[in-house]
């Protein structure tokens, strides 16, 4: 499932979705971002992706949130490593 949040700026996107994956997080989901929360979850980096991808990680319970996610899917840069890794986890 993806979900996407979209708007003008200010307008509570990242707090709808931080609501959201508190949630789930309550639901026993391990959450993976790159926004910093107050509720345990981990940092997504390049290096993690590439770990998860070549080790077949099962990610039944997680969810993945990309806050200003056009910065990671930059079109312009689409064969980036980073967004190469990306587009295998969506």
């Given amino acids: 499932m993806i979900i996407g949040f979209y708007g003008r ?5 990242t707090l ?6 508190k949630a789930y997080k309550e639901e026993g989901y391990k959450v993976f971002t790159n926004t ?5 979850h981990e940092i997504i980096t390049k290096q993690m992706l590439i770990d998860y991808y070549n080790t077949d990680t099962n990610f ?3 969810i993945f949130f990309l806050d200003e996610a056009h910065m990671f899917l930059d079109s312009r ?3 980036s490593g980073l967004s190469l890794i990306i587009t295998y986890f969506v």
């Fill in 9 to 13: 700026r200010g307008k509570g996107k």
């Fill in 16 to 21: 709808s979705a931080t609501r959201l994956i």
């Fill in 77 to 79: 840069r689409g064969t």
């Fill in 36 to 40: 910093p929360f107050k509720f345990e």
């Fill in 60 to 62: 039944d319970k997680a």
